[in-house]
């Protein structure tokens, strides 16, 4: 949900902490410092965890089928209290993930092609969302090429910058598209949308008759055993509290209203790593179809490549599933190699993009 798209720079960015120079920190962690992996973890996590405005952060690693956690520095500043592999933070656009396997099940479930024209799906007020008569689709929310910008402009107004999304509603939602015509034929060109993804959550609820946290927990957590995986704020368990870039504290983004399936999920590392699990042999889960489903590249252009939600991206030589995710005071990452069954995820409580360097470089390290 942060306005940068931090992980199409990941591939980018050199193995090297970049960390900027200022007063050094005692660094808590459960690291017992034993194996190579430990070690090599350490060194990639030490330098970000000895800075001020780092509060802490979780990492969680998947290696032929073996779970390692690790976590540095608090829960909340002068808390003392470790953060743990179910502690709850909030996952930001990782959640864009969850949504897509969310229209895939429903679409299933109701016998509907993702190649659906989403026009079709909403109030009858708004006009048909096409242009040069290509019409935007259901798969085209999903893979991000549907045509709408990466925020609608009037998103400002009338915002509370600590919840910025609070008050834009699904009506809000509904009347921009009224105003506002696509500038592009859907399906052509990437251009990574929040307010798309907002609308295929809005589009779960309009279809099911169900809230967006009550469909992801019938539906999507509840089968796949993801228990601390929530988009309810009233019951994500041991939660890890917000700071943003500079160490402040700022407010949790508990009410996306209309963008919840861009970015309304808690989870954790135990979570998560269990969805890479899932994701690396869907054919061992009751929803293994769906699972598969999103995996399948659907959109190519350059340097972009995606899935259903997800992106592929090279990562030592090996195509892996990637996705991050920021709100005003978490970052998290999460890398899926299915050819050398491993997983990378790294959650922080602090708003800075400097995390995406971290989780670059164990990723780089871990994936091979």
């Given at each position: 949900?942060?306005?940068?798209?931090?992980?199409?720079?990941?591939?980018?960015?050199?193995?090297?902490?970049?960390?900027?120079?200022?007063?050094?920190?005692?660094?808590?962690?459960?690291?017992?410092?034993?194996?190579?992996?430990?070690?090599?973890?350490?060194?990639?996590?030490?330098p970000?965890?000895?800075?001020?405005?780092?509060?802490?952060?979780?990492?969680?690693?998947?290696?032929?089928?073996?779970?390692?956690?690790?976590?540095?520095?608090?829960?909340?500043?002068?808390?003392?209290?470790?953060?743990?592999?179910?502690?709850?933070?909030?996952?930001?656009?990782v959640?864009?993930?969850?949504?897509?396997?969310?229209?895939?099940?429903?679409?299933?479930?109701?016998?509907?092609?993702?190649?659906?024209?989403?026009?079709?799906?909403?109030?009858?007020?708004?006009?048909?969302?096409?242009?040069?008569?290509?019409?935007?689709?259901?798969k085209?929310?999903?893979?991000?090429?549907?045509?709408?910008?990466?925020?609608?402009?009037?998103?400002?107004?009338?915002?509370?910058?600590s919840?910025?999304y609070?008050?834009?509603?699904?009506?809000?939602?509904?009347?921009?598209?009224?105003?506002?015509?696509?500038?592009?034929?859907?399906?052509?060109?990437?251009?990574?949308?929040?307010?798309?993804?907002?609308?295929?959550?809005?589009?779960?609820?309009?279809?099911?008759?169900?809230?967006?946290?009550?469909?992801?927990?019938?539906?999507?957590?509840?089968?796949?055993?993801?228990?601390?995986?929530?988009?309810?704020?009233?019951?994500?368990?041991?939660?890890?509290?917000?700071?943003?870039e500079?160490?402040?504290?700022?407010?949790?983004?508990?009410?996306?209203?209309?963008?919840?399936?861009?970015?309304?999920?808690?989870?954790?590392?135990?979570?998560?790593?269990?969805?890479?699990?899932?994701?690396?042999?869907?054919?061992?889960?009751?929803?293994?179809?769906?699972?598969?489903?999103v995996?399948?590249?659907?959109?190519s252009?350059?340097?972009?490549?995606?899935?259903?939600?997800?992106?592929?991206?090279?990562?030592?030589?090996?195509?892996?599933?990637?996705?991050?995710?920021?709100?005003?005071?978490?970052?998290?990452?999460?890398?899926?190699?299915?050819?050398?069954?491993?997983?990378?995820?790294?959650?922080?409580?602090?708003?800075?993009?400097?995390?995406?360097?971290?989780?670059?470089?164990?990723?780089?390290?871990?994936?091979?």
């Amino acid at each position: 949900m942060n306005k940068k798209i931090v992980l199409i720079a990941l591939a980018l960015v050199t193995n090297t902490c970049g960390c900027k120079k200022g007063p050094l920190k005692e660094v808590k962690t459960d690291n017992p410092l034993v194996t190579a992996t430990d070690k090599t973890v350490d060194e990639a996590a030490r330098p970000f965890a000895q800075r001020k405005e780092i509060i802490g952060f979780s990492i969680g690693i998947l290696q032929n089928g073996r779970r390692q956690f690790y976590n540095y520095g608090e829960k909340a500043r002068d808390g003392g209290l470790l953060p743990d592999s179910l502690t709850s933070y909030e996952i930001g656009s990782v959640s864009k993930t969850f949504t897509a396997l969310m229209v895939a099940h429903l679409f299933q479930a109701r016998h509907l092609s993702l190649d659906t024209r989403v026009s079709s799906l909403l109030p009858a007020s708004i006009p048909p969302l096409q242009y040069n008569g290509r019409y935007m689709t259901v798969k085209h929310l999903l893979n991000h090429t549907s045509s709408l910008p990466r925020l609608p402009g009037d998103l400002d107004a009338g915002s509370n910058p600590s919840q910025p999304y609070a008050h834009y509603d699904s009506t809000k939602v509904y009347n921009y598209l009224k105003t506002h015509p696509l500038q592009k034929e859907p399906g052509t060109v990437f251009d990574y949308s929040n307010l798309g993804m907002g609308l295929a959550g809005l589009i779960v609820e309009r279809l099911s008759g169900k809230a967006y946290a009550d469909y992801l927990s019938d539906y999507i957590t509840s089968p796949l055993n993801l228990k601390y995986t929530t988009a309810d704020f009233s019951k994500a368990l041991n939660p890890a509290l917000p700071y943003d870039e500079k160490g402040r504290k700022v407010d949790y983004w508990n009410n996306l209203q209309g963008f919840k399936g861009a970015g309304a999920i808690y989870s954790c590392t135990a979570d998560l790593l269990t969805y890479a699990q899932k994701l690396i042999q869907p054919d061992a889960t009751p929803l293994s179809d769906i699972l598969t489903r999103v995996q399948i590249p659907t959109f190519s252009e350059g340097k972009y490549k995606l899935g259903l939600s997800w992106f592929f991206l090279p990562f030592n030589g090996k195509e892996c599933l990637v996705h991050d995710g920021g709100t005003g005071g978490f970052r998290s990452f999460i890398y899926i190699s299915r050819s050398t069954n491993t997983a990378v995820v790294v959650l922080s409580n602090n708003g800075s993009d400097e995390m995406a360097k971290l989780a670059n470089v164990l990723a780089e390290t871990i994936m091979r």
